[in-house]
């Protein structure tokens, strides 16, 4: 089978680092489009290695890598700075993630790019909007979701607001970035124009936190903190309950409808041989049953603390009642049917062997890409400045030689 994908023939030139830009740039990579990572000559991107471990590609790395070519290139050289400009000749788009005003500074804004290649689609990842108050703090992803909102709705009434254990304004910037610059992309098909794509990491925090406005709106302030609860609104049950043999992550999370006319607790009631449940005034609805979680919870605890979590959810939603193991990375590492389906795949890596790692959340008929692991440090540079710009062997070795590369 051809090794092609939807963007198989586009060329990206990826200025990024760490993970809202590599996250984005990986997609694109993973469906066939040629992305050349542009890094620091010896020293590789600043997310490359580890302070613990100096001397071999970190596995967060690795982890955001893959499918991509890796040049290296002075780019606060004139020699390099030449090179990317003959590159973005060659390139359909350019993405960048540095911090406010350092793309700029390195001669490589938009006007400089588009004046170079007019179809470039130009696109770049900040923490926050451009033309705002904001835009020149730095921002990392527990910061982007501070201001995106997320913070203020998760953790549990009457204590600290928490931050989410993922990297949310991260990927979901770089997933949104891909998305624009594919949009983009069809466009110039059509239209033959290129463009400029701005994503602030705070904005896509904020999309994602859309069903906030829900609860605001009608209670006439931002909704409160309801740990494990149902956010839009007071409901029950809703929330974590454990299982045996009661470890650090032996929970399974039960949610019943809020809507009328749902089943899900009265088949939780069946389920956990509990009909009584039924006739009884205080658990009548969802609200009142939330009102009553400190009788009600107890009762399915009893249920679940008889299962394993992986039982309880294949019970209950075999059942129809909505149900969820709380699943860590060696349960879903060690999942056969993730791996089977592709989205935990294995990789073998230069420096760490075989890894099983997050593949590409979608499935797509068409996609042929296979997964390739993340590139040594500059070890395309002579398929792409050869390759590419057509430089001889001599003029590699004398760029080599002066750190140009």
Not at 177 to 182: D, V
Not at 262 to 288: M, Q, V, W, Y
Not at 366 to 385: D, T
Request: negative net charge.
């Amino acid at each position: 089978m051809t090794e092609t994908g939807p963007l198989t023939g586009y060329k990206i030139l990826d200025l990024t680092q760490f993970e809202s830009g590599t996250v984005c740039t990986e997609t694109l990579a993973w469906m066939g489009a040629e992305v050349w990572k542009v890094e620091r000559p010896g020293t590789g991107e600043l997310g490359r290695y580890s302070i613990a471990e100096p001397d071999q590609d970190s596995v967060g790395f690795i982890l955001v890598n893959m499918n991509k070519k890796s040049i290296t290139c002075n780019l606060k050289s004139a020699e390099g700075l030449d090179l990317i400009y003959q590159l973005l000749k060659e390139a359909d788009a350019i993405v960048e993630n540095m911090g406010p005003g350092s793309i700029e500074k390195l001669g490589l804004g938009y006007d400089k790019c588009k004046e170079i290649n007019p179809k470039i689609i130009y696109a770049q990842i900040k923490g926050f909007g451009m033309d705002g108050p904001y835009k020149d703090y730095p921002a990392f992803n527990p910061i982007a979701t501070a201001v995106g909102g997320m913070p203020a709705i998760t953790g549990f009434p009457g204590g600290k607001p928490l931050q989410s254990g993922l990297n949310l304004a991260d990927s979901g910037a770089g997933y949104m970035c891909a998305m624009s610059m594919i949009a983009a992309l069809l466009q110039r098909e059509r239209t033959g124009v290129g463009q400029r794509i701005e994503v602030a990491m705070q904005d896509v925090v904020i999309a994602f936190g859309r069903s906030s406005w829900e609860p605001y709106y009608r209670e006439g302030r931002p909704p409160k903190r309801v740990g494990n609860g149902m956010p839009l609104e007071d409901v029950g049950p809703a929330g974590m309950y454990p299982c045996k043999p009661f470890g650090e992550n032996d929970y399974v999370h039960i949610y019943c409808s809020r809507h009328p006319g749902s089943k899900h607790f009265s088949n939780l009631c069946r389920i956990i041989g509990r009909p009584d449940l039924l006739e009884d005034e205080r658990f009548a609805t969802p609200r009142s049953r939330f009102q009553y979680k400190d009788v009600l919870d107890p009762i399915i605890e009893e249920w679940t603390g008889q299962h394993t979590k992986q039982e309880a959810m294949d019970i209950l939603c075999k059942a129809d009642i909505p149900a969820g193991a709380v699943l860590d990375c060696d349960d879903i590492t060690k999942d056969p049917y993730l791996r089977k389906r592709g989205m935990m795949v294995e990789l073998e890596t230069k420096d760490r062997g075989k890894l099983v790692v997050p593949g590409f959340a979608s499935r797509m008929s068409e996609n042929h890409v296979p997964y390739k692991p993340s590139p040594g440090l500059g070890e395309s540079n002579q398929e792409v400045y050869q390759g590419i710009l057509g430089l001889s062997d001599e003029e590699l070795q004398a760029l080599k030689e002066k750190k140009v590369i």
